[in-house]
T-cell receptor, first 112, second 112 residues
Framework: GEDVEQSLFLSVREGDSSVINCTYT??????LYWYKQEPGAGLQLLTY?????DMKQDQRLTVLLNKKDKHLSLRIADTQTGDSAIYFC????????????FGTGTRLTVIP | EPEVTQTPSHQVTQMGQEVILRCVPI?????FYWYRQILGQKVEFLVS????????KSEIFDDQFSVERPDGSNFTLKIRSTKLEDSAMYFC??????????FGQGTRLTVV
């Protein structure tokens, strides 16, 4: 079955880069996603990458995909206090209903 | 204006009672979902709904659960006889074919 793993906590200083890592087990993943959850809010899609890509950059966000190792990472450049949240990695493994399988989430704390 | 609105934001219920969680996807989309997140655990898929019927459900979605979209607007999750272990955050989501999923802010269900 599908299994998505993330480390639970990450602390960085304001202005530094954050790197949040995720591993998954299903090699038939089609899309891989990063969602952000702020306190009391829903899941906000930050970015996603199709499985035939290695990298995607979107302003301060860089997603790297190593399909051979089934490893996904999210790099946030110049991390700000407003980036403090829980970040979820998720995968979908087929088209159609595209159910998402989520990791446990990584709580990012940005220290001023 | 949020894409998906869930009500209530917090529901406290006694064990054995029925609860109905509501989701209002403002615009028309193809697929609708319920996910849940037990405190400290992963976001788990419960059920997907397409063309007014269940298209897929997980092992969690047993006979105690049901979903409806009775008036083409509200999308509801009913738990017939709540158990303590049903306490969780429940997220509604919607999407079109192979596009991002929009999540609601969640309903926190507490069963006492």
């Amino acid at each position: 079955g599908e299994d998505v793993e993330q480390s639970l906590f990450l602390s960085v200083r304001e202005g530094d880069s954050s790197v949040i890592n995720c591993t998954y087990t299903d090699s038939s993943s089609t899309y891989l996603y990063w969602y952000k959850q702020e306190p009391g809010a829903g899941l906000q899609l930050l970015t996603y990458i199709f499985s035939n890509m290695d990298m995607k950059q979107d302003q301060r966000l860089t997603v790297l995909l190593n399909k051979k190792d089934k490893h996904l990472s999210l790099r946030i450049a110049d991390t700000q206090t407003g980036d403090s949240a829980i970040y979820f990695c998720a995968e979908s493994i087929r088209t159609g209903a595209n159910n998402l399988f989520f990791g446990t989430g990584t709580r990012l704390t940005v220290i001023p | 204006e949020p894409e998906v609105t869930q009500t209530p934001s917090h529901q406290v219920t006694q064990m054995g009672q029925e609860v109905i969680l509501r989701c209002v996807p403002i615009s028309n989309h193809l697929y609708f979902y319920w996910y849940r997140q037990i405190l400290g655990q992963k976001v788990e898929f419960l059920v997907s709904f397409y063309n007014n019927e269940i298209s897929e459900k997980s092992e969690i979605f047993d006979d105690q659960f049901s979903v409806e979209r009775p008036d083409g607007s509200n999308f509801t999750l009913k738990i017939r006889s709540t158990k303590l272990e049903d306490s969780a955050m429940y997220f509604c989501a919607k999407r079109q074919e192979n596009t991002e999923a929009f999540f609601g802010q969640g309903t926190r269900l507490t069963v006492v």
